[in-house]
């Protein structure tokens, strides 16, 4: 069925019009079709077919975006060297019989067309293709029996897409034969069972089963696989078979967005750097076992709903069962339900650089080179219930790879005391939403315990996060001596911050967040690096002029009380600013003169423009885009005389009209009138 119009025909022979056309006058370099070498990239010409002009060398053909529908016999034939043929996003449902045999190709793309509806021709076609190594079928709406068929005699292929077609169940028929493929991906399908698909792909490296809606990987046993991407599925339960005793191969373990309720159940022996296992349901369970106290069931079957009958038992809460943990360098449980860490979890994994636990149930956390590895780069524990942070018996500053620490939205109120100043590399700490203070130095030396800390002099420290810490009071001089480019206060409300408090931070500081802080007035002009600056949700009625000493890329100014903006000082700012924030103030109507500045000039962006409203003189709100000034008393006084001008013109024009009227309707009385008042007057003669 042609898919194509009258109009698209036409362009088509307008097409091969031109190909002739050229290809006679000796300029090939002037063809619709790019020619690189002897690669052919013809994308997005509404060609139906595809080019005969083309050099006999031709060893890529690239037709992505057109409109072909069928290949047919022959079409390919004038290109013996053909390796690459690139066919997606096209309308293909048929491939003739002939239309690769004989051919080297190595490389075919069809993804994204509509295969199921011929495939079994397109099967036929397939089968010629003995030297073929990659392969895309993603997006053709084929079944797994669609799929088995179309791979049938296709056994050289190395890298086999299928990803967003309507797979419901792989098994040992679907692939069969394909001994020498390295990669798969079945992403986005509707996959719910896999039954012994993949035990015959021994050389099998990358396997991505995204998005389907898989119930568990159980039995896992692919020893040669190096990365295996299970995430967003329903996964309840990842179990290896336990039984073997090879090394897996396995790098890279994704199992995030599931189900999972265990951690999973790892290989004994393997070589897995990154754990994904975000978004689960994932806690431990080690205090139950041998608890005699209560019943519960230590062991869990599963039966495998084929032929061939196997069950896996599991003990649970056996702590050998997460496997080899030792070359884990990245561990994402974000978004879990960790409770706490079964006794040397943690250490089990020496070489461990990225330990992620936010949105989890954590109430206790032990930062200490006892429980962590010294390797750890970052930590976040953000978002949990933390209460404490535990001590020591060894040194905190053993952690001397420990560069980002992210405690924010806890409730933190226990610290080992000097915790942050011993950590040697330390770069960023995040202590927003935790009811912690900034101290004086001298006061917390003989402080054991408190959430108050000293922030002066950690030599390594850079950025800061305090927002929402309920900070009262910065004493002065509270952070000399760490080199802060990035500090963070905002949401502090009854913060009383001055002068003094800042001291040492003018040759450093180029963020500073002072946004909802009741933040009154302050001299800018010493932070001479400041390029970003928040000073929204304050009082703040009149720009401090300190403001325009400085070189900003950035200012946020919403919801305070600014009513307008010097024009000398709009036009300092839209020279400077990249992006402005200005919502949420009572600007006068009549007095927008710095959002037409800003409007001129093309390099700062008002980013919340179309939100930015204003009061006119009768105490309205307008949307400052749309307020037209005429509305304005002051500046439209010149047009209203016009207006009393024309007004008074009008009505003297119509008394004018109307005397006339009168005049020539009343002439004939008039006139002898008149004459009879001057017969009346009594005559000298
Ligand atoms: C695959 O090869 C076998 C044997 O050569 C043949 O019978 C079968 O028809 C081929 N399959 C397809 C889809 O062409
Ligand atoms: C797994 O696949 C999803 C979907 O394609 C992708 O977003 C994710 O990055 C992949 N994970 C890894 C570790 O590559
Ligand atoms: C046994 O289980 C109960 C109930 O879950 C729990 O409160 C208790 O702490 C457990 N005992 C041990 C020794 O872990
Ligand atoms: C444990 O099981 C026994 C027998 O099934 C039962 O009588 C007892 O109430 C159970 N105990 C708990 C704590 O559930
Ligand atoms: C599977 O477990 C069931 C129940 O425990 C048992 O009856 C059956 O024999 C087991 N089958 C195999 C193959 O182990
Ligand atoms: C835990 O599992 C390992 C290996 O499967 C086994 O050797 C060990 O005895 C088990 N431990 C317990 C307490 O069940
Ligand atoms: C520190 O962490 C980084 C990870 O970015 C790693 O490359 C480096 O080897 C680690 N250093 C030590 C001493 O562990
Ligand atoms: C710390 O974590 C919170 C929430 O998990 C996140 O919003 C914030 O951006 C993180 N802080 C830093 C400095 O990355
Ligand atoms: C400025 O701080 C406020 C919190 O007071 C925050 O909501 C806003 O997103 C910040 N502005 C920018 C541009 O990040």
């Known amino acids: 069925m042609p898919v194509f119009d009258r109009p698209s025909i036409l362009v088509h022979h307008a097409v091969v019009s031109i190909l002739v056309l050229f290809s006679a006058s000796g300029h090939p370099q002037a063809l619709p079709c790019r020619l690189i070498q002897n690669t052919a990239v013809c994308n997005n010409f509404q060609l139906s077919t595809v080019p005969t002009h083309l050099s006999q060398q031709t060893e890529e053909i690239f037709l992505d975006n057109n409109l072909l529908v069928n290949l047919q016999d022959g079409c390919l034939s004038r290109y013996p060297n053909l390796r690459t043929f690139s066919c997606a996003n096209n309308h293909l449902r048929t491939v003739e019989k002939n239309v690769f045999s004989k051919s080297p190709l190595q490389n075919l793309n069809f993804a994204e067309n509509e295969l199921c509806y011929g495939h079994e021709q397109v099967a036929q076609a397939l089968s010629y293709l003995t030297q073929l190594k ?52 079945v992403e986005r399908n509707l996959l719910f069972e896999i039954d012994g698909a993949f035990d015959h792909m021994k050389k099998l490296k990358r396997l991505n089963l995204a998005f389907n809606c898989l119930p568990c990987l159980v039995g896992f046993e692919m020893t040669q696989l190096v990365v295996l991407n299970a995430s967003h599925n329903s996964i309840e339960w990842f179990i290896t078979n336990q039984d073997l005793q090879e090394t897996f191969q396995l790098e890279t373990l994704d199992l995030s967005d599931n189900q999972l309720i265990f951690f999973p159940f790892l290989p004994t022996r393997n070589r897995i750097k990154t ?26 079957e599963y039966y495998n709903l084929g032929k061939n009958v196997s069950n896996v038992t599991m003990n649970l809460w056996n702590e050998s069962l997460h496997g080899d943990l030792s070359h884990v360098e990245l561990l994402d449980l974000s978004g879990n339900q960790v409770n706490y860490f079964p006794e040397g979890f943690i250490q089990q994994m020496p070489r461990l650089y990225w330990l992620k636990l936010r949105r989890n149930c954590l109430q206790s956390f032990s930062l200490t080179p006892e429980d962590l590895p010294v390797t750890l780069y970052e930590l976040d524990v953000s978002k949990n219930r933390l209460i404490e942070l535990k001590t020591s018996q060894r040194s905190i500053s053993e952690l001397n790879n420990l560069t980002y620490l992210n405690l924010s939205s806890n409730g933190l109120l226990k610290f080992p005391p000097g915790i942050f100043t011993s950590l040697p590399s330390i770069t960023t700490i995040d202590l927003s939403h935790n009811p912690v203070d900034v101290c004086d130095s001298e006061e917390s030396d003989y402080m054991s315990f408190s959430a108050c800390f000293v922030w002066s002099n950690i030599v390594t420290l850079k950025h800061l996060y305090l927002a929402d810490c309920s900070i009262q009071n910065i004493p002065s001089s509270a952070f000399q001596g760490s080199p802060l480019t990035h500090l963070e206060l905002s949401n502090n409300p009854d913060l009383q911050i001055n002068q003094e408090s800042l001291i040492g931070l003018t040759d450093t500081l180029q963020h500073l967040g002072l946004g909802n802080t009741g933040f009154q007035n302050f001299d800018f002009s010493p932070y001479t690096r400041l390029k970003s600056l928040n000073l929204s949700k304050n009082f703040i009625s009149e720009l401090p002029a300190s403001l325009m000493s400085l070189n900003l890329n950035l200012l946020d100014l919403r919801d305070n009380m600014l009513t307008t903006i010097p024009l000398d000082h709009a036009a300092t700012l839209a020279q400077r600013l990249q992006a402005v924030y200005m919502n949420g103030n009572a600007f006068n109507c009549c007095q927008l003169d710095w959002f037409r500045t800003f409007k001129e000039y093309n390099s ?9 409203t204003c009061l006119d003189s009768n105490y309205r709100w307008h949307k400052v885009v749309l307020f037209n000034a005429v509305r304005c008393g002051h500046t439209n006084n010149g047009e209203s005389i016009v207006w ?42």
């Open 275 to 300: 754990l994904f296992l975000s978004n689960n349901l994932i806690d431990f369970y080690q205090h139950l076992a041998n608890n005699a106290s209560s019943n519960w069931t230590t062991s869990v």
């Open 604 to 612: 700062i962006k008002v980013v919340d423009q179309s939100e930015i």
């Open 644 to 685: 009393y001008i024309l007004l008074f013109a009008t009505v003297s024009l119509s008394i004018v009209g109307i005397s006339i009227i009168y005049l020539l309707t009343f002439k004939p009385k008039m006139l002898p009138r008149a004459i009879k008042k001057r017969c009346w007057r009594p005559t000298s003669y």
């Open 134 to 185: 990659t392969l895309d079928l993603s997006g053709n709406g084929l079944t797994e029996d669609m799929v088995a068929l179309l791979l049938q005699n296709l056994s050289s292929i190395e890298t086999l897409y299928l990803s967003r077609n309507a797979m419901l169940r792989l098994d040992r028929s679907t692939f069969r034969g394909l001994d020498q493929l390295k990669e798969l991906n």
